[in-house]
């Protein structure tokens, strides 16, 4: 909070150093996206980030261009959000037996609340309420988490990002949170659809499932892990659905209602077939919240 006012400033930081590592000018186009959008879902607009640009050694031909591109994808974003770079440094020769490190161009995002009290959180909150995607699915899981822990692959193109879409999703959610109707919102990135969903049921105090039916005819597997960029999910009252068309479809934004809020499950079915996820909320959060405890101790 400002203090003195009814203000307040939200802060986040974002990279994903091995989407710049596959593709420097998109993986710095997302990093500046993805903080943008991080202080949008708690109802913040964006105004501006610094950096610290950490790469290997610069005098080696592919770390430079790297370097360029990263600064070229940034820079591209930073201009279509009006966001821009106020501060940072640069940290080169990050390296360990001559091998460098991914480039990771972190940002940190800050954007501004006019009124602190109408602001949303991730977590889902009452039953009923319906979950709904700003944005749309696309098969992109080149550089995904999926690819990463589940088949030990880091290879392939990670996601566009077109930033006439990604401002429309965000215009989106800042307008329908500023309006009072927005009871969640949680942006898609790392893990995917599945991910978002997951995080949205168990990071509130109390936990809360949902059931879901995803209808868009692309492989499972992308559909609900791929990593698509300008996708936000929200949660609202069934009552709001039309107002956030209006405003979804006067700022451009896809929108797609994806299920309802309740019980004590996670339920995800593709195309009305049987469920492909269906777990509890505490098995969920149990296995979030002591993973680090099981891989210590082997259990």
Not at 16 to 26: A, G, H, I, T, V
Not at 122 to 141: A, I
Request: hydrophobic residues 35%; negative net charge.
């Amino acid at each position: 909070r400002v203090k003195g006012t009814t203000k307040a400033i939200a802060i986040t930081v974002d990279c994903n150093s091995l989407y710049c590592y596959l593709d420097p000018f998109e993986g710095g186009k997302i990093a500046v996206a993805e903080g943008a959008r991080n202080v949008v879902c708690v109802g913040a607009r964006p105004l501006a980030l610094t950096d610290c640009l950490n790469f290997g050694n610069p005098e080696k031909p592919e770390v430079m261009w790297q370097f360029r591109k990263v600064i070229e994808g940034m820079s591209e974003a930073c201009r279509a959000l009006n966001t821009p770079v106020v501060s940072g440094n640069v940290s080169f020769y990050n390296e360990t037996r001559g091998e460098g490190i991914y480039p990771t161009p972190t940002v940190g995002m800050m954007g501004l609340l006019e009124d602190y009290l109408s602001h949303a959180t991730q977590w889902f909150k009452d039953s009923g309420d319906l979950v709904v995607m700003l944005g749309e699915n696309r098969e992109e899981l080149g550089g995904s988490e999926y690819l990463r822990a589940i088949h030990g692959i880091e290879r392939g193109s990670p996601p566009e990002l077109d930033m006439a879409r990604e401002k429309a999703v965000q215009e989106t959610c800042l307008e329908a949170i500023s309006k009072g109707i927005v009871k969640s919102a949680h942006d898609c990135s790392e893990g995917g659809l599945a991910a978002t969903l997951a995080e949205s049921c168990i990071s509130g105090e109390k936990g809360i499932g949902a059931d879901i039916t995803i209808n868009d005819d692309m492989r499972q597997d992308a559909l609900l892990f791929g990593e698509s960029q300008s996708r936000i999910i929200l949660s609202i009252n069934a009552e709001d659905l039309s107002q956030l068309k209006e405003i979804a479809s006067r700022q451009g934004s896809p929108l797609q209602v994806l299920g309802e809020v309740g019980g004590d499950y996670l339920r995800i079915n593709i195309r009305g077939g049987n469920f492909v996820i269906n777990l509890s909320v505490t098995e969920m959060r149990n296995g979030w919240a002591n993973s680090l405890e099981r891989y210590m101790t082997g259990k």
